[in-house]
């Protein structure tokens, strides 16, 4: 019997059958290394290429900045703070006696100290360093050297207006640093001091509604003005002429011609005036401090951002708060990937950049992203580039979408994306990074689940956005509410016509009444008593005086001058020494009965002949009665049978007829010494012993007495 050995055992069939189980084992671990690769190929390819994927962290990249030159201003602020302001701040920057590093960046972003001391670590420089935004300085901070940074800060803010400007602000603010702490200190405190007093700095611009506001001032002065002139000067002049009055008005024929052209000529003066010096002192012509960026301010953010997504379809900007990881970055490529190979898909542009009114856009997004595409196809020398641009904002959150050339439906992307997308939820709002890396990761979700369309379509063109000269320039006063202002100035003047006549009208009444008017011709024989007294006397001659002279001043007749109402007139002024309140005064002396008498007849024959009638004489019987109707001789003493010829008014005329008797009763007698009654003609000489040769021979005795002048 044969045994058999293990070296004796053939080696062939086993060897084989070992070789066979070692080549399954080795595909199954290369299949096994396989899916393992592919399962992590995404995440280990983002990993891998920070460059491209990966921005820099804010401080760093600012830090870069600095490193760069002391003074970075951003790209992103063009219409308030243009790139081309760096010499200026920079100039400014050397006169605080210490390194000082200035940024100026978009407000919101960064979180003030926090981000100055993580620049500062970055940088690796001790100096004073300075965040500004479109206000002004921000927060301030001093490593390693001394300057009252706080104090500086708080002294421009309170100091300067609202609307200073970041220039002017910053200029304050190293004006303080200048003077030392302990200044600085004081400064600061007396400013929050007037402060909380209520004291608060003028603002140094204004804006379209303040000069709206100028404009439709202007607009009433240019027209209310000068029509106040014209209606107010006649009418003033007409209404005082219906008052009575206490002086007598010149003849008609001493008054120039002149003064009729005077009142129209101030009215166009005034309106020349008004016309000429409005824009002098309305003479602002800006918003705000802001000075005029250049083609190249307005471009730079735009390039930057086209020339970052030609090297990758996502844009996070790097002065502002990085609010999507490595991990988000990451999974965010391989989804615009999938989509971009998926029906009906293409490339996915995501800017995360802030959008404000200072920037080159206004804020307008899709504006923004009309540029940036425009851009980005001259970048790429293929005309417009076509896809779906993201528009993601880090300082608010909110998330747009615009597409360019897909075949999707651009309207519903841009006006029903969903709010949790747009807007985010209220996790989305507590959270610091706005959720956003989830919100985008929601967002190309939404994109792969959106309906094709059967051709590409678009958002369409948006409006352009103002020009910073047009936006910081303010209207010409000459227009706006200019034109409103016009008609309001006109109304405006016909309302003040108005309450001028209501209130002269109410005055002319007070005045009559203290004043009355004059007794009718017609009724004087009927009411005038044949023995007033001296007070009567004296105030029937101040209502004749003054109802004469108003009949004057209404008269426009240039020839009475020389005619025989002026001479009466004046003649009656002279008997009261030229002041009809003399008759008024309640102390003045009185003239004498028979100059009163003389002031009476005088002031009436001067008033009846303004009016034609041309009668020279007055009843003879009693004077106060007023003009003759004729003459008779009648007997007017119970003594003898002496007759004399009288003119007699008409109704003594009557009764000279029908009872004579009653013509002695009728006699006018004056106050005489020691309460005596004396005829009114006594004694011989006196003024009135003319009277019976008429009214003229009266005024002629009158100013024989009176001075040459």
């Not at 491209?52 to 600095?66: F, G, I, V």
């Not at 779906?388 to 309207?411: K, Q």
Request: aromatic share 6%; with cysteine; net charge negative.
């Amino acid at each position: 019997m044969t045994t058999l050995t293990k070296a004796g055992r053939q080696p062939t069939d086993h060897t084989a059958s070992s070789v066979i189980r070692l080549l399954l084992t080795l595909c199954g671990l290369t299949a096994l290394l396989l899916t393992s690769v592919t399962l992590v190929a995404v995440p280990a390819r983002a990993d891998d290429a920070p460059a491209a994927n990966q921005p820099p962290a804010q401080a760093a990249y600012l830090a870069d900045r600095l490193r760069e030159n002391p003074v970075h201003v951003t790209d992103q602020l063009p219409r308030e703070i243009p790139r081309s302001m760096a010499p200026d701040f920079a100039q400014l920057a050397e006169r605080t006696g210490v390194p000082t590093y200035v940024l100026v960046l978009p407000s919101q972003s960064g979180f003030g100290e926090d981000l100055l001391g993580a620049v500062h670590d970055r940088l690796g420089r001790d100096g004073l360093y300075v965040l500004l935004d479109a206000s002004g300085v921000r927060k301030a901070a001093a490593y390693g050297v001394s300057a009252p940074a706080e104090a500086a800060r708080r002294a421009a803010a309170y100091e300067l207006p609202f609307d200073a400007g970041p220039l002017r602000n910053f200029e304050r603010f190293v004006d303080v640093v200048a003077q030392g702490p302990e200044k600085a200190e004081a400064r600061a405190d007396a400013a929050s001091e007037k402060l909380r007093d209520g004291y608060e700095p003028e603002g140094m611009y204004i804006g379209p509604s303040d000069r709206q506001n100028q404009s439709f001032v202007t607009g009433i002065a240019l027209t209310g003005v000068p029509l106040t002139i014209l209606l107010l000067a006649p009418y003033v002049r007409w209404a005082r002429r219906r008052f009575p009055r206490a002086k007598p008005p010149r003849p008609a024929a001493t008054r120039p011609k002149w003064r009729r052209l005077l009142t129209l000529g101030l009215a166009l003066a005034t309106a020349a005036a008004i016309a000429l010096t409005a824009p002098l002192v309305f003479d602002q012509t800006k918003r705000s401090a802001a000075p005029l960026p250049s083609a190249g301010d307005m471009t730079a953010r735009v390039e930057r951002v086209a020339e970052g997504l030609a090297r990758d379809p996502i844009y996070v900007d790097p002065e502002s708060p990085q609010l999507l990881d490595a991990t988000q970055l990451s999974r965010l490529h391989d989804r615009i990937e999938r989509f971009g190979r998926s029906e009906g898909g293409g490339p996915v542009y995501v800017t995360v950049v802030p959008h404000l009114s200072e920037d080159e856009s206004a804020g307008d997004e899709e504006l923004f992203t009309a540029a940036v595409r425009a851009k980005l196809g001259k970048a790429d020398g293929v005309g417009e580039a076509d896809g779906v641009y993201v528009v993601a904002d880090p300082l608010t959150g909110y998330i747009d979408v615009f597409n360019h050339g897909l075949r999707l439906e651009s309207f519903r992307l841009l006006f029903d994306l969903p709010e949790s997308i747009a807007y985010g939820d209220d996790r989305a709002d507590e959270a610091d990074d706005h959720l956003l890396g989830e919100r985008l990761d929601a967002l190309m979700t939404y994109l792969d689940e959106s309906q094709r369309t059967e051709e590409p379509t678009t958002s369409g063109d948006p409006v352009r956005a103002p020009s910073p000269k047009a936006e910081n320039s303010l209207p010409p006063l000459f227009a706006t509410d200019f034109w409103p202002g016009l008609f309001v100035g006109a109304v405006a003047a016909l309302l003040l016509l108005g309450l001028v006549a209501g209130v002269l009208g109410i005055v002319g009444a007070v005045l009559r009444r203290r004043s009355p008017a004059p007794l009718p011709t017609e009724g004087l024989p009927l009411v005038s008593p044949t023995e007033p007294s001296q007070a009567y006397l004296r105030r029937t001659a101040r209502t004749e005086l003054q109802a004469a002279a108003q009949a004057f001043t209404v008269t426009a007749d240039e020839n009475l001058a020389d005619g025989p109402a002026w001479n009466r007139f004046d003649a009656a002024m002279f008997l009261v020494g030229g002041d009809i309140n003399s008759l008024r005064a309640p102390g003045a002396p009185a003239p004498d009965p028979a100059t009163l008498l003389a002031v009476i007849v005088l002031a009436r024959a001067a008033r009846n002949a303004l009016e034609g009638d041309t009668n020279n004489r007055c009843c003879g019987v009693n004077p106060l009665h007023g003009p003759s109707a004729g003459r008779r001789h009648v007997r007017v003493s119970a003594e003898g049978n002496r007759r004399r010829m009288l003119s007699l008014c008409p109704l003594c005329l009557d009764s000279a007829v029908a009872a004579p008797r009653e013509l002695r009763e009728r006699m006018l007698t004056l106050p005489g010494p020691a309460g005596t009654r004396v005829p009114y003609e006594e004694p011989e000489g006196s003024l009135l012993s003319v009277l019976g040769d008429g009214i003229s021979r009266l005024a002629a005795r009158v100013r024989e007495t009176s001075p040459v002048d």
